[in-house]
T-cell receptor, first 110, second 112 residues
Framework: SQTIHQWPATLVQPVGSPLSLECTVE??????LYWYRQAAGRGLQLLFY??????ISSEVPQNLSASRPQDRQFILSSKKLLLSDSGFYLC?????????FGPGTRLTVL | GESVGLHLPTLSVQEGDNSIINCAYS??????FIWYKQESGKGPQFIID?????DKRQGQRVTVLLNKTVKHLSLQIAATQPGDSAVYFC???????????FGKGTTLSVSS
């Protein structure tokens, strides 16, 4: 069966510090991978998606970036965090349309 | 543009009642829709999906209705239970067919 992992589960970082969130998927090959951000009490905003290794599409301009160094690994990064980067970050994968979500990372930027 | 919205941000029901959560979408070319349930602090969980060649699809205690004429989607939950309390999101596939566009969510509260 397929599983998706995200870590860390929670993170508190100072403004201006770097960020690296990791997502890995098991049990499937060549999935589409996604990073979403969810602000408190809000819906999900698509940040990046990837259809293959090294292929990244950005949906919104921001100070975040994503990379896919391996087929089932998706990384969300920032060189300098902003207060507005606080939120709940969700990774998801899909192969036929339906998306399966990871447990999320709660990021607080102080 | 692409947008998916919900009619009501909150819905409160009594245990045992039937719940109906509504969603309107704007992209008439969308052909795939999903309902997700998100409990506090967790990632969204797939509930049920429907393709545009269908008007209705049933699952266990849940039914999704699709009205393409008015671009309206609804989720019906039968005999709502306290464990159904969560935020419910509808989502549609984007124009490129590569990602889902999510609505803002409806918070369902079930009281005993």
């Amino acid at each position: 069966s397929q599983t998706i992992h995200q870590w860390p589960a929670t993170l508190v970082q100072p403004v201006g510090s770097p960020l690296s969130l990791e997502c890995t998927v098991e049990g499937t090959s060549n999935p589409n991978l996604y990073w979403y951000r969810q602000a408190a009490g809000r819906g999900l905003q698509l940040l990046f998606y990837s259809v293959g290794i090294g292929q990244i599409s950005s949906e919104v301009p921001q100070n975040l970036s994503a990379s896919r160094p391996q087929d089932r690994q998706f990384i969300l990064s920032s060189k300098k965090l902003l207060l507005s980067d606080s939120g709940f970050y969700l990774c998801a994968w899909s192969t036929r349309g339906e998306q399966f979500f990871g447990p999320g990372t709660r990021l607080t930027v102080l | 543009g692409e947008s998916v919205g919900l009619h009501l941000p909150t819905l409160s029901v009594q245990e045992g009642d039937n719940s109906i959560i509504n969603c309107a979408y704007s992209n008439s070319a969308s052909d795939y829709f999903i309902w997700y349930k998100q409990e506090s602090g967790k990632g969204p969980q797939f509930i049920i999906d429907i393709r545009s060649n269908m008007d209705k699809r049933q699952g266990q205690r849940v039914t999704v209705l699709l009205n393409k004429t008015v671009k309206h989607l609804s989720l019906q939950i039968a005999a709502t239970q306290p464990g159904d309390s969560a935020v419910y999101f509808c989502a549609e596939i984007n124009q490129a067919g590569t990602a889902l566009i999510f609505g803002k969510g409806t918070t369902l509260s079930v009281s005993s």
